[in-house]
């Protein structure tokens, strides 16, 4: 068979049909393309405002560790131990970093199995699975973040909540000693406790299992709608999955430490000389100049806690402001009154006391109930580092029981009561409510219950662990140095070297 040349009318008639060709391969493809299409957008995109929000917030809570509780911690302590205290802030910022990389994260917030209810699992040990276009859900439908921005907003938590214990027995333990405590302590007791009250289902998992139920037609749909929706509801931490409340770390982070210090308070003893020599703050400046970047690196650490940029993330950060300053004003007053001279000391705990009490409370409480909560919670925790303390005979050495433990119980259990919207807070928010604004049903007492729950489990877990962790570190290295070494200072003893050379 020959091939004979297409004429030019041929060659027209061969471009149209290529051309249907080509548009008819094209529709198909499209087609098919279509529901992939879709569902990429439907997927949520993280917002670039929100993600530059969440970076700056990390960058501000690990301004709180340093220099922020380093010289807050440091000023506090006698000159012999001020570089003790510093290294000791600085190197577990920088261990728990390193531990919260390798295995913490996941431990903290990932899938446990049969354990989910209790603790994470090891499925994101080493980062696995988290890239720059992994995202995580927050607390809006349909709204999500980069994981790697949660990520590390969340280790500046880890971060920071061990470093508070040691203020409870700062100049008198062994820096050896510091280091194993808060490697067993995060591990076992902070971990835990985070994913007990912050593993919570995405907002959008809820909803969409809610929806499916509504939208369920007969018995055995209706039964396996309802079936899912059970358990992507129950894949949460226990004390979240009972409803306890804790926008920013009440029980997590303060209310944890400072048992956790009182504990080793008790355990390690005395400073030597307690009662009898002067064991006075070597620099309140510094002090104040750590309270200070407290205060301003404590609006990432509350603000940021709402994981986007919107009116609850200005609500905590106004909530932050005003409960703050009326805890420093309430602790001057009380103060002046009770001992006749307002101290620099006595306002900058306050502030800090203040801090502590509003971090559980700071998304959903209003205003008012805030700066109320920020009046109370000074004149608790000044009974507590003075009248109790001393009645008591324990050495608190910086008042992290008194502060941090008693504040964020009074913060736990304040948040309970002012989340109730009569009162100008947000109200309880219910995912399967898919009427529209989510809203849920406020009780007193069943909130009231959930927090107690959160706050005394807290307490019953991170107190008995942190008692087993310290007898155990006791055994392996020594909590203490000898009372020579404690004399002399442990900035020469455990670092060779002086905060001050005069």
């Known amino acids: ?23 008819f391969v094209d529709t198909a493809l499209a087609q098919t393309a279509a529901p992939a299409a879709d569902a990429a957008a439907a997927a949520p995109v993280p917002n670039k405002g929100d993600t530059a929000w969440m970076l700056v917030s990390s960058a501000l809570v690990l301004m709180m560790s340093v220099p922020g509780l ?3 911690y440091g000023g506090l302590v006698r000159t012999k131990n001020m570089a003790s205290i510093l290294t000791q802030v600085f190197a577990i910022v920088a261990m728990v970093g390193v531990i919260w990389t390798i295995y913490g994260y996941s431990l903290a917030f990932s899938d446990g199995g049969s354990m989910t209810a209790y603790v994470g699992g090891f499925g994101k040990a080493f980062m696995h699975g988290i890239d720059a276009n992994s995202t995580s859900s927050t607390f809006s439908n349909g709204v999500v973040i980069p994981e790697l921005a949660y990520f590390v907003f969340q280790m500046t938590f880890a971060m920071i909540t061990p470093a508070l214990i040691i203020g409870a027995f700062a100049e008198r333990i062994k820096f050896s000693a510091c280091m194993l405590f808060i490697l067993l302590w995060v591990t076992f007791i902070y971990f835990p406790i985070a994913h007990w009250v912050w593993y919570v289902a995405a907002p959008d998992d809820i909803a969409n299992a809610a929806k499916a139920l509504a939208a369920a037609a007969d018995g055995a749909a209706k039964t396996a709608a309802q079936a899912k929706l059970d358990e992507v509801t129950g894949s949460v931490g226990w004390l979240a999955g009972a409803g306890a409340l804790d926008f920013a770390g009440g029980t997590v982070v303060h209310i944890n430490a400072g048992i956790a210090g009182l504990v080793g308070a008790l355990i390690v003893g ?6 009898k020599d002067l064991l006075a703050p070597h620099s309140l400046t510094m002090t104040m100049i750590g309270a200070s970047l407290l205060w301003v690196g404590w609006f990432g650490f509350n603000a940021g806690s ?8 200005a609500l905590a950060f106004v909530n932050t402001m005003v409960a703050t300053a009326g805890a420093a004003l309430s602790w001057l007053l009380c103060e002046w009154i009770v001992k006749g001279k307002p ?8 502030a800090v006391a203040g801090l502590v009490a509003v971090t559980p409370a700071s998304g959903f409480a209003g205003p008012i109930g805030a700066l109320v ?5 000074s004149p608790i925790c000044l009974f507590f580092v003075s009248t109790v303390k001393n009645a008591l005979g324990y050495d608190d050495a910086l008042d992290v029981f008194g502060v941090h433990c008693i504040g964020g119980i009074v913060g736990a259990l304040g948040t309970g009561i002012l989340v109730n919207p009569a009162l100008g807070g947000v109200g309880i928010t219910d995912y399967t409510n898919i009427t529209g604004n989510n809203a849920g049903t406020y009780d007193l007492v069943t909130q009231m219950i959930a927090q107690g729950k959160a706050v005394c489990a807290t307490l019953v877990w991170s107190g008995v662990g942190s008692a087993i962790l310290y007898k155990i570190v ?15 200072g442990l900035d020469i003893t455990d670092h060779g070297e002086r905060a001050y050379n005069m």
Not at 306 to 313: C, K, M, P, Q, S
Not at 343 to 350: E, V
Not at 373 to 377: E, N, S, T
Not at 477 to 483: A, D, K, N, Y
């Open 270 to 275: 005395k400073r030597t000389g307690y009662g």
């Open 1 to 23: 068979m020959t091939f004979k040349r297409p004429t030019s009318a041929g060659w027209a008639v061969l471009a149209i049909a290529g051309l249907c060709a080509v548009g």
């Open 474 to 488: 006791d055994v392996i290295v020594g909590l203490r140095p000898s009372i020579e070494e404690e004399r002399e």
């Open 373 to 377: 909560l920020g009046l109370i919670v």
């Open 70 to 72: 380093a010289l807050f």
């Open 343 to 350: 101290s620099l000391l006595g306002i900058c705990s306050g």
């Open 306 to 313: 709402n994981l986007e940029a919107n009116g609850t993330t």
